[in-house]
């Protein structure tokens, strides 16, 4: 973009265009600098058929802005969709950030083939525990113990060994969403999550549902789900 353009301060609803060849620069005014590069507009003004609110006159903007608008609804949808359950952390290497937004995409679109290949019809939060569950029950592996010393007389707890998961404590009579004190986190912290296999309840943070489960984001006893840590 032009730096004239970028350093050029404006007032909301002023446009500002710089042409070179077959390439336009166009600058608006909204409630923020929107800019544009476009190769086939030139900076025309249009009616949106709108009206404002405040000044009670037609909204006008760039032509660039109003079609970007009316074709890029399937990538916002898909960012609406990805942005709460998203697998991205912060890292120094790119190439990790790339591989999760890939991820989430992926899943993004596997659950829209889903639906429509007579898929049980379920939100993308239900779909991704479904991945995450069929992954556990296909590849998960039995834990190997690496410690030295002197061997176990005992048998290890059940949820170290066996396939457990995470499931809400069904609400009661008087408890639309009840809660137990967990018996893993230290003090009496309270929880909403158990395991039927054991009989436990069991903290788990929001993160933990994600499809990818950061190591220190989460406090679980169950082995299955810190196998993909």
């Known amino acids: 973009m032009p730096k004239e353009l970028q350093a050029t301060t404006?007032?909301?609803?002023?446009?500002?265009?710089?042409?070179?060849?077959?390439?336009?620069?166009?600058?608006?005014?909204?409630?923020k600098?929107?800019?544009v590069l476009s190769t086939i507009h030139r900076?025309?003004?249009?009616d949106t058929g709108k009206?404002?609110?405040k000044?009670?006159?037609?909204?006008?903007k760039p032509e660039a802005v109003i079609e970007y608008n009316a074709n890029m609804v399937g990538v916002y949808r898909l960012h609406q969709k990805i942005k709460p359950y998203e697998c991205l952390r912060k890292s120094v290497r790119w190439y990790?950030?790339?591989?999760?937004?890939?991820?989430?995409?992926?899943?993004?679109?596997?659950?829209?083939?889903?639906?429509?290949?007579?898929g049980e019809k379920c939100s993308l939060l239900q779909f991704r525990h479904k991945v995450i569950h069929g992954l556990l029950e296909k590849y998960a592996m039995e834990r190997k113990s690496f410690k030295g010393g002197r061997p176990s007389k005992t048998d290890p707890p059940a949820h170290l060994t066996e396939r457990h998961f995470?499931?809400?404590?069904?609400?009661?009579?008087?408890?639309?969403?009840?809660s137990r004190v967990c018996q893993v986190c230290p003090g009496r912290k309270e929880t909403r999550w158990e395991c039927k296999q054991c009989g436990t309840s069991h903290y788990i943070r929001k993160a933990a549902l994600k499809f990818f489960i950061p190591k220190e984001s989460?406090?679980?006893?169950?082995?299955?789900?810190?196998q993909i840590m």
């Not at 900076?43 to 249009?46: A, P, S, W």
């Not at 000044?55 to 006008?60: C, D, F, G, I, S």
């Not at 990790?96 to 995409?105: A, E, G, S, V, Y």
């Not at 995470?166 to 009840?178: G, L, N």
């Open 43 to 46: 900076g025309r003004i249009c």
């Open 96 to 118: 990790r950030k790339l591989f999760f937004h890939l991820m989430d995409i992926t899943l993004v679109n596997a659950h829209i083939v889903y639906e429509k290949n007579g």
């Open 33 to 35: 600098d929107v800019a």
């Open 10 to 31: 404006m007032k909301e609803g002023d446009a500002l265009c710089y042409t070179s060849g077959i390439y336009s620069a166009i600058k608006w005014r909204d409630k």
């Open 166 to 178: 995470p499931t809400h404590i069904p609400p009661t009579a008087k408890k639309k969403f009840p």
């Open 51 to 53: 009206i404002d609110r």
């Open 218 to 226: 989460i406090r679980i006893c169950l082995y299955n789900i810190a």
């Open 55 to 60: 000044t009670k006159e037609v909204v006008k």
